[in-house]
């Protein structure tokens, strides 16, 4: 059974500090390529940040550059997201999202249930 689970969630202050966990199971961690995205009130949801199978090459959103760091550690099948000066719009649910790459889980696409982040004075 696939589970992805996001924890580390919470109330920060503006400019504070977060780090996001997403604890993997039921697949192969290492041969999918990870991301976090997030979803704010009304809006659509959105690519934060993502990392390639097993590790390595990152990429993220302009909008967190530079404050964002995302990392995996696959011996202990796990997805991070550290999140450094937090700004009120930084507030959203935040996703953990695994995808196949490799021959034969190309295809394959699993979510967690998210974690809320709410960034506020």
């Known amino acids: 059974q696939v589970q992805l689970v996001e924890s580390g969630g919470g109330l920060v202050v503006p400019g504070g500090s977060l780090r996001l966990s997403c604890a993997a199971s039921?697949?192969?961690?290492?041969?999918?390529?990870m991301s976090w995205y997030r979803q704010a009130p009304g809006k659509e949801r959105e690519l934060v940040a993502a990392i390639a199978s097993p590790a390595g090459r990152a990429a993220s959103a302009d909008s967190v550059k530079g404050r964002f760091i995302i990392s995996r550690d696959n011996a202990k099948n796990t997805l991070y997201l550290q999140m450094n000066s937090l700004k009120p719009e930084d507030t959203a649910v935040y996703y953990c999202?695994?995808?196949?790459?490799?021959?034969?889980?190309?295809?394959?696409?699993?979510w967690g249930q998210g974690t809320q982040v709410t960034v506020s004075s």
């Open positions: 039921g697949f192969t961690f290492s041969s999918y390529a």
């Open positions: 999202n695994a995808k196949g790459v490799r021959i034969p889980t190309i295809g394959t696409d699993y």
